[in-house]
């Protein structure tokens, strides 16, 4: 039987009533496509300059101070582009729009946080002629991914003196790396037996440091002995360093490029990560914009919030505080609310992508796929969107519009099916302060794994929406 015909009537209905995301690339010219490879080229230095929390602010910074922002403190009458640092960990930017503040504010948040392993406070011993290190996992993880690869130690500590002191082993080509051994096949009939989430218990994921002893034969502990010595030797600290240190371990290979198109970015800390450089390039690409544009970039997101660098924190209100009184606004309670509630906000961060290979996970109508563009999630949370943020009708209207208007891909996002799981992001804690904000950010692959994926042309996509938005 021949196929049957769609009338011209038909599609052109189709057309008019019919959702249809196409792929990026489709719809690239061919400087855009120039464009998202050079683009992927500098998030990729990005992501190696910036493995860790502190590094990547550090590597923002640089970013900033090379765009002609200053230090707030040190701004005068005619400074208009300005950051703050909080504790090494946290930064905000901000460009001074030509509306008065309270009229509201444009704010993309993300964070720069991941998630790892960190040495615990007292972490060296020796066993059986090894010396191993104690760690103890941040963040949402499959414990049985951190075994059995490259990993590299990186962190601040601060000697008995107070010295400050940057650790950093196996990044570097001729460096050495750590690791956790896996269990043999040949012994492990009792560990595959258990459940995923039990058969590398937590205690296990100790780190092998090194096996050569100290030469002297009668002391007791003499790899452990030789360990403190080479760290001695190298950055002058001692056992109570650890104590207080952030040190994390995470996987020594660089980001690189995926697929055999090179369509994919491959690498640790994407999530979010991607965030944080989208949104820094769009803020720092801008002249003088509408209204006043902050991007913050948070610690802390992956363990809930907590701490005096996250979005739990003061942090946001008082830099907003300080840019009102630096643009003329009285730094009142009254005001800040004002600010925020007159606001508009994008919280960037990651979505999960749909993997064919575990699509019974994903509701495929309502998540997203990698190379249709930057994804846009409504709500958050888990279950009845429980701990979640929810986006109202109006203000996802609103981006919507902006998006179209502006010939920015998307697509609709979400974290899987309803009750398979679900997460948050740090939306819910600026939307308390009274500000319309809404999740949005690329798919990724492999989410919380030590490699994830995602795509170059999203990537540039979700660039190019924060700038558009920055600039309504």
């Given at each position: ?8 009537k038909t ?5 008019k009533l019919?959702?249809?995301k196409?792929r990026?690339?489709?719809s ?8 998202v490879?050079?683009?992927?080229v500098d998030y990729?230095d990005?992501l190696?300059k910036?493995?860790?929390?502190r590094r990547?602010?550090?590597?923002l910074?640089?970013?900033a101070?090379e765009?002609?922002?200053?230090e707030i403190s040190?701004?005068d009458g005619?400074t208009?582009?300005?950051y703050?640092v909080?504790?090494?960990k946290?930064?905000?930017?901000a460009?001074?729009g ?8 444009r704010?993309v948040?993300?964070?720069?946080d ?6 615990k406070p007292?972490p060296?011993y020796e066993e059986?002629?090894?010396a191993?290190?104690?760690?103890h996992y941040y963040g949402g993880?499959?414990k049985?991914?951190w075994?059995?690869?490259?990993l590299?130690?990186i962190?601040?500590?601060f000697?008995?003196q ?7 082993i ?5 460096d050495?790396v750590l690791?956790?051994?896996d269990l043999?096949?040949?012994l492990?009939r ?6 995923a ?9 100790n780190?092998i440091?090194?096996?050569l002893p ?11 002995l030789?360990?403190?010595d080479l760290?001695?030797t190298?950055?002058g600290?001692?056992e ?6 952030e ?6 290979e660089p980001?690189r490029e995926?697929g055999?198109d090179?369509s994919?970015?491959?690498a640790y ?7 944080a450089f989208?949104?820094?390039?769009a ?5 003088k914009?509408a209204?006043?544009?902050v ?5 802390k997101?992956?363990?809930?919030s907590e701490?005096?660098?996250s979005a739990k924190?003061?942090?946001l209100?008082?830099?907003?505080m300080?840019?009102?009184e630096k643009?003329?606004?009285e730094p009142s309670?009254?005001n800040l609310r004002k600010?925020f509630?007159?606001?508009k906000g994008l919280s ?5 992508a749909?993997?064919?290979?575990y ?7 309502n998540?997203?796929?990698i190379?249709?563009g930057?994804?846009?999630t ?6 009845g ?17 902006l998006?179209n208007?502006n010939n920015?891909m998307w697509?609709?996002?979400g ?6 799981g ?9 939307a308390?302060a009274?500000?319309d904000i809404i999740?949005c ?5 492999g989410m919380?794994?030590p490699l994830?994926?995602?795509a170059?042309d999203?990537i540039?996509?979700?660039?190019r929406?924060f700038k558009?938005?920055l600039?309504?």
């Open positions: 039987m021949p196929e049957k015909k769609e009338s011209k599609s052109d209905l189709k057309k019919v959702m249809d196409p990026v690339w489709d690239l010219s061919a400087k855009d496509k120039k464009d490879s050079n683009y992927s990729m990005f190696n910036g493995r860790t929390e990547a602010i550090n590597r910074m640089e970013m101070s765009a002609g922002f200053i040190q701004a005619k208009d582009r300005v703050k909080s504790r090494g946290l930064l905000v930017l460009v001074l030509q509306e008065p503040m309270i009229e509201g504010i704010l948040t993300s964070h720069v991941s998630p790892r392993l960190d040495i007292n060296l059986t002629g090894l191993l290190l104690k760690t993880v499959k049985y991914h075994v059995a690869r490259s590299a130690m962190g601040t500590m000697t008995r107070g010295k400050t002191v940057e650790v950093e196996g990044l570097k080509p001729d050495p690791t956790i051994p043999l096949p040949h492990s009792k560990q595959m037996e258990q459940k989430g039990e058969f590398i218990p937590a205690e296990n994921l780190v440091i090194g096996s100290y030469e002297d034969q009668e002391a007791s502990d003499r790899v452990k030789a360990i403190l760290l001695f190298k950055y600290i001692t109570e360093d650890f104590i207080g240190a040190i994390e371990m995470i996987p020594a980001a995926a055999l090179r994919l970015v491959a800390g994407q999530d979010d990560r991607v965030c989208t949104s820094a390039t803020i720092m690409g801008l002249a914009p209204h006043t544009n991007a913050i970039f948070y610690d997101e992956e363990i809930g701490g005096n660098t924190s003061a942090a209100d008082l830099f907003l300080e840019l009102m643009s003329g606004l309670a009254m600010v509630l007159n606001g960037g961060d990651v979505t999960a749909i993997d064919p290979t699509g019974d996970a994903y509701e495929k109508r998540n997203s796929k190379g249709h930057i994804g846009i409504k709500y958050t949370g888990a279950g969107k429980y701990m979640g943020s929810d986006a109202n009708a109006e203000y996802a209207s609103w981006v919507r519009r998006f208007e920015i697509q609709p996002a974290l899987g099916k309803v009750d398979e679900g997460g948050g992001t740090v939306a819910k804690y600026v308390n009274g500000m999740d950010g690329p798919p990724i692959l919380h794994s994830e994926l995602c170059k999203d540039w996509m979700t660039h929406a558009v938005f600039e309504s």
